[in-house]
Nanobody, 129 residues
């Protein structure tokens, strides 16, 4: 079982920045692919960003590309989402997801879908205009 705890959300003005963190339990965190998703009121949850087990590869939704950066620190079992040039349409609850390796794999594959085995409780990000 993997537990994920997000932090760093809050209220920010348009054009501002926030850095989200996600702390994960588990001794094999470095083998997980990790991702961020978000859900705005009245909308479906959507993919935001993903990172490979080593941090060497990242992928972003078109709506955040060039503004958001995902990173990870395997020594701290933590992933981050640096969000710059925030827009009111970025307002949502942001969730961290973990994707452990499947049977027969040593490391998990990265995905830009919502196919993660574990999710955190979410952190609210509100961007005012």
């Amino acid at each position: 079982q993997v537990q994920l705890v997000e932090s760093g959300g809050g209220l920010v003005q348009a054009g501002g920045s926030l850095r989200l963190s996600c702390a994960a339990s588990g001794r094999t965190f470095s083998s997980y692919a990790m991702g961020w998703s978000r859900q705005a009121p009245g909308k479906e949850r959507e993919f935001v960003a993903a990172i490979s087990w080593s941090g060497g590869m990242t992928d972003y939704a078109d709506s955040v590309k060039g503004r958001f950066t995902m990173s990870r620190d395997n020594a701290k079992n933590t992933v981050y989402l640096q969000m710059n040039s925030l827009k009111p349409e970025d307002t949502a609850v942001y969730y961290c997801g973990a994707r452990p390796p499947k049977a027969g794999q040593n490391i998990a594959t990265m995905t830009r879908t919502l196919a993660y085995d574990y999710w955190g409780q979410g952190t609210q990000v509100t961007v005012s205009s």
